[in-house]
């Protein structure tokens, strides 16, 4: 299975980390929280979570990882304001590998200038945010465009974290150093 970094500052949304997190891990994945200041603990703007940050994006190579999720509440802006992690999200859009960024987290993909030319959602709040980024926005519960994966709200969670299951069992013959796809030989005529 892969390896998910999670994108985590001040005041994330519980339930969007929480969701996806156990999704994730229960489907076999190794996840490594990632934020500002390794060893920080953070807790959730509702009160309901906690985390400690595994390490900082600064020590971290984007390419190590096969996916990226980046849950919303106040988080993302204040994640947005670091260059550390401002580097780490352009590395890591570069791989071209999934991305998955519920509510407020589609605000570091503007910053990391991703959402030219996508499909996506977010929270309704930053939706002019976003088209200004050059991105299509969408009332939807998940929008898939590419490798960028979106949701709006923690009741989308459910579908936002089978998306992001969905869309990584895709990837598992990349992530064990497979073809992505076998060679068909042509018919015999």
Same mark, same amino acid.
């Given at each position: 299975?892969?390896?998910?970094?999670?994108?985590?500052?001040?005041?994330?949304?519980? +339930?969007?980390?929480?969701?996806?997190?156990?999704?994730?891990?229960?489907?076999?994945?190794?996840?490594?929280?990632?934020?500002?200041?390794?060893?920080?603990?953070?807790?959730?703007?509702?009160?309901?979570?906690?985390?400690?940050?595994?390490?900082?994006?600064?020590?971290?190579?984007?390419?190590?990882?096969?996916?990226?999720?980046?849950?919303?509440?106040?988080?993302?802006?204040?994640?947005?304001?670091?260059?550390?992690?401002?580097?780490?999200?352009?590395?890591?859009?570069?791989?071209?590998?999934?991305?998955?960024?519920?509510?407020?987290?589609?605000?570091?993909?503007?910053?990391?200038?991703?959402?030219?030319?996508?499909?996506?959602?977010?929270?309704?709040?930053?939706?002019?945010?976003?088209?200004?980024?050059?991105?299509?926005?969408?009332?939807?519960?998940?929008?898939?465009?590419?490798?960028?994966?979106?949701?709006?709200?923690?009741?989308?969670?459910?579908?936002?974290?089978?998306?992001?299951?969905?869309?990584?069992?895709?990837?598992?013959?990349?992530?064990?150093?497979?073809?992505? !796809? !076998?060679?068909?030989? +042509?018919?015999?005529?």
């Amino acid at each position: 299975m892969g390896k998910i970094a999670f994108l985590v500052g001040k005041d994330f949304q519980d +339930a969007e980390f929480k969701g996806p997190y156990e999704g994730l891990r229960a489907a076999g994945h190794q996840i490594e929280i990632l934020g500002i200041k390794a060893g920080e603990r953070l807790e959730g703007k509702l009160g309901k979570e906690s985390v400690m940050i595994d390490a900082a994006a600064k020590d971290r190579d984007a390419r190590n990882y096969d996916a990226l999720v980046i849950p919303g509440g106040h988080s993302p802006d204040d994640l947005r304001a670091d260059d550390d992690v401002a580097r780490f999200v352009r590395a890591f859009v570069a791989t071209g590998l999934p991305i998955a960024a519920i509510c407020h987290g589609p605000q570091l993909l503007i910053d990391a200038d991703a959402l030219r030319g996508k499909k996506i959602t977010s929270w309704k709040s930053i939706r002019r945010d976003v088209e200004n980024a050059g991105a299509t926005w969408v009332d939807e519960a998940v929008v898939i465009d590419g490798a960028l994966i979106t949701s709006r709200k923690p009741e989308d969670v459910p579908a936002f974290t089978q998306a992001l299951v969905e869309r990584l069992v895709t990837l598992e013959p990349l992530v064990a150093g497979m073809p992505q !796809a !076998a060679t068909v030989p +042509a018919p015999r005529g």
